[in-house]
T-cell receptor, first 114, second 116 residues
């Protein structure tokens, strides 16, 4: 196990609703990245937070937003849910920026939008 | 823009056979990193290897080996004497070196099935 935890494990929402997913990073890790993995696809980068600031963002609309807290845990918020938002959401923590820092992934939150 | 292609959607072999998973990447950067991850049915991505663009040495770790060839933009992964526990989805990923602000770019994955 990586020490990265995510909650909840599963979630069912209705189109148009809002959802908040949570991630606790591995102890000492100050960088958290979020990924969306649709069924049968590879994970897609949503955004990254470093020391409570958004450091980079993938090709996702503004209704995907995030936060990182002083203890480096993080939240992913999705507003106005669409059916295509149904996916496994993965968070990964690392010790600092840069790809030379290994990213440790959590088990994911499976979101179903009906 | 960076891109990773894993052309093999699914591979099925019998236990103890050797199997190679292909990965081809595209990037405009001269400095980049390549990764392989394993995703068992539980969903958690397990890190297998990281390789930077300046290190073309092949690597062997137990039954796993990786062949990095910049000339063909490929980073292939071979499992020798496969075991049922190797069954999983395997992802190849790429990250360009500047701050990693674009995150990892993953391929679509190869579903490896090892039959007893």
């Amino acid at each position: 196990e990586t020490g990265v935890t995510q909650s909840p494990t599963h979630l069912i929402k209705t189109r148009g609703q809002q959802v908040t997913l949570r991630c606790s990073s591995q102890s000492g890790h100050n960088t958290v990245s979020w990924y969306q993995q649709a069924l049968g696809q590879g994970p897609q980068f949503i955004f990254q937070y470093y020391r409570e600031e958004e450091n980079g963002r993938g090709n996702f609309p503004p209704r995907f937003s995030g936060l990182q807290f002083p203890n480096y845990s993080s939240e992913l918020n999705v507003n106005a849910l669409e059916l295509d938002d149904s996916a496994l959401y993965l968070c990964a923590s690392s010790l600092g920026l840069g790809p030379y820092n290994e990213q440790f992934f959590g088990p994911g939150t499976r979101l179903t939008v009906l | 823009a960076q891109k990773v292609t894993q052309a093999q959607t699914e591979i099925s072999v019998v236990e103890k056979e050797d199997v190679t998973l292909d990965c081809v990447y595209e990037t405009r950067d001269t400095t980049y990193y390549l990764f392989w991850y394993k995703q068992p049915p539980s969903g958690e991505l397990v890190f297998l290897i990281r390789r930077n663009s300046f290190d073309e040495q092949n690597e062997i770790s137990g039954r796993y080996s990786w062949n990095f060839q910049k000339s063909t933009s490929s980073f292939n992964f071979t499992i020798t004497a496969s075991q049922v526990v190797d069954s999983a989805v395997y992802f190849c990923a790429l990250s360009e070196a500047i701050g990693g602000a674009d995150g990892l770019t993953f391929g679509k994955g190869t579903h490896l099935i090892i039959q007893p």
